[in-house]
Each structure stands twice: as structure tokens, then as C-alpha cells.
């Protein structure tokens, strides 16, 4: 059987996210990786939360943020908690998918996780999304002139609700057809079953 | 610099517990290994819950029942969902601190986590926890019978308050002095940092 596409669901406000995008191309080399930008505020609002869970439950959040720059730092980022956590996404995610779409989407949303985590930037903010774009060497006035037209909004709009009913339920998550794998550290377990393989018991 | 002990706060309810419990004398080894046995409940009260968030997160706890037998696996575990969940785990906890004092703690621990994620013993059962503790070669009646006495009632209270005061707000924790790991897929990073291994960043 020739290896499952393995599909990498992440919202740009997710601390662990961020460290998923960053190491996903070494760790799932040889998959066909299929990038799901979603926004978690309506999963969590379901789920009767109207902030992060790491705000909601402060003794988790404290851990959280050493764990993340802990985790970050096998693969070489420098993350930090930001000045405002989570940051409103909306904007970023909108613009990663009109990058995933013209084929440079994984270096838009490593770089946007990077400005955000690494170096505090508030990535809710045209301007800065736009001068984002732009050092990574295209259109940046265009690109988030796009990214706020109606067919992304849609398109966000639809992964939104397609990842609810799959029974997403936070972010990162990993699928592999209908097996869900939820969390930056379970990234090799979903590249294993993606890869066929299958625990014994 | 010497290793520094490592401290494992888990419930016999918990079954990401039970991972870290068949798993931590091998990982962990070399290392000065502490159990700490408490209870959840009053911890998950605290934030809000009146039952395991795997219950009053549907999806969530969907996952959780496809996790935990997957990760299991890998330690020949054969896991699956009790029928009831979370059990109560007061008398389990309370046996596990009347062994941890007479040195076969970790035995026990191990065995009624099996008997509990593998074959569904009802571990509030006195009469489970007498049978359980007469297998293991030691005298079932008298342990179950001094562990509902007032100086274990008052040494499981004891670890459970000190648990919330350090902050554990789920289980398992692995504690390494003030500096804290929660989950059982943070075992490993516990053990590094106990061996004094820190992050480059």
C-alpha cells in the first residue's frame, strides 16, 4: 500500500502549532503533506471556551510557556510568550492560504509563526502581514488585498467547518483519513500510521 | 553536578498515568525515582470540572480511547476503555501509599493500573484491592485494612494538597525541584533535565 496523505490542521495563534510547522517537512519526508489552515475560536467556543485554555487555566498556561521554547529549541527557535496571547489569526490565516494556493504557503506560515513566537509581532496587523510577504519576496499589498476577499474568507470559512466535523478539537492536529492525532508530539505517531504501520497489540 | 530525583505525581484513575508507570523505571534509569500518588479531583475542582475533561470533552476523549491503547502498545500493554471512567481511586491510592511505604509501591501501582485499563477491575472495590494485593504476594486484608486508617488517609490528603500548591494540574506530573512536566509523552524530557540536560536556546 503505497504511504496515506497526511494532512497538518494548525491555527497561526497556536503556540504548538508553530512548533509543528517547523520540523513537519523533515519528519514527514516522502508524505504528501496537505496544509489546513482553520481558526480554533469556534472549536473552543463549542467546547464552552471563550479564550485559550492555556488563559482559562492559568497553572497549564505557566507550563506551557516553558514547555513550548523548551520543545522549540531541538529545532532551533528562540520562542518566547508574546506581548498579547493568542493573537486574533484571521488575517494571517487567510493570508496562508492564498499562499498555500500560489505554492509558497509553507514558508509564509513557518515565517508568520517565526515573527509571531520568536519576535512578538502582531500578526493581526495588515501592515505587518504585508511587509511579511514582502521580504519573503512576493506581492505583499496584493497578496492580503486578496486574502480579504470573499472566496477566502469562504475557503477559511469551510476548513473552519470541516475541521469541526471531523471531531477536531484543538490545534496542532494530524489526519491520516478519519485517525486523528492531536499535538505537536504526536507528529511521529501520525507519520507512522500515514507510513502503514500499525502497533502490535 | 549529581542527578537530581525525579518526582512522578500520578492518580490510579488516570490512564496517561498508567503509560508513564510500566514505562519509568526503564526510562528513568539511574535516576532516584519518587511516587507520588494524589488525587485529581480536587485539582480538576479547582478548574472548574466535576469529571475527567475527557468526558466533558467529547472529542477529546474520543481521541484520547484511540491514544492511549496506541501508545500503550509500544510497552505490550493492551489497553482499552473501562466501562466506567474515571474510577474512584481513593482506596487504589491509598493501598499504593501503604506499599510505597513497605517497598513493593511499585509493584502494586503497576499491577493495578493493568488490572484497571486491561481486564476492567472495579479498583474501588476493597474486595478487588484484597485480591489484587494477595496476588502480588502480600497480605491483601491487612493492607487494604491499614489503608483506610486516618495516617494514610491524612498522607494521601498530603500529597494531594501539596500538588496544587506546586502547581500539578494534571496527571502524570514529573517533578524535577520546582521545575514541572505534565504528561506522560514529557517523560523523557523530565529525565533530561533531571540528568542536567538543558535546552541550547
Given at each position: 500500500m503505497p504511504p496515506a496523505p497526511l494532512e497538518f490542521w494548525f491555527d497561526l495563534a497556536s503556540a504548538y502549532s508553530c512548533l509543528s510547522a517547523v520540523r513537519i517537512g523533515s519528519v514527514a519526508s516522502g508524505l504528501e503533506l496537505r496544509w489546513r489552515p482553520f481558526l480554533l475560536g469556534p472549536i473552543f467556543k463549542a467546547q464552552?471556551?471563550?479564550?485559550?485554555p492555556f488563559n482559562l487555566y492559568p497553572a497549564k498556561g505557566r507550563w506551557m510557556w516553558r514547555d513550548v521554547p523548551r520543545r522549540g529549541a531541538r529545532s532551533g527557535l528562540k520562542m518566547r510568550q508574546p506581548?498579547?496571547?493568542?493573537?486574533?489569526?484571521v488575517l494571517a490565516c487567510r493570508v496562508a492560504l492564498v499562499a498555500l494556493m500560489q505554492g509558497w504557503g509553507e514558508d509564509c506560515v513557518r515565517a508568520t509563526f517565526r515573527a509571531e513566537?520568536?519576535?512578538?509581532?502582531?500578526?493581526?496587523?495588515p501592515e505587518v502581514m504585508t511587509r511579511l510577504v514582502t521580504e519573503l519576496g512576493h506581492d505583499g499589498a496584493a497578496t492580503v488585498a486578496r486574502a480579504q476577499t470573499q472566496p477566502i474568507k469562504d475557503a477559511l470559512r469551510a476548513y473552519t467547518d470541516e475541521a469541526s466535523r471531523r471531531g477536531i478539537?484543538?490545534?496542532p492536529t494530524f489526519m491520516v483519513g478519519d485517525e486523528l492525532f492531536w499535538g505537536d508530539d504526536r507528529l511521529e505517531d501520525a507519520v507512522a500510521w500515514a507510513r502503514g504501520e500499525r502497533p502490535a497489540a
Open positions: 464552552g471556551w471563550d479564550d485559550s506581548s498579547v496571547f493568542p493573537r486574533h489569526s513566537f520568536e519576535h512578538d509581532a502582531d500578526i493581526s496587523s478539537f484543538g490545534a
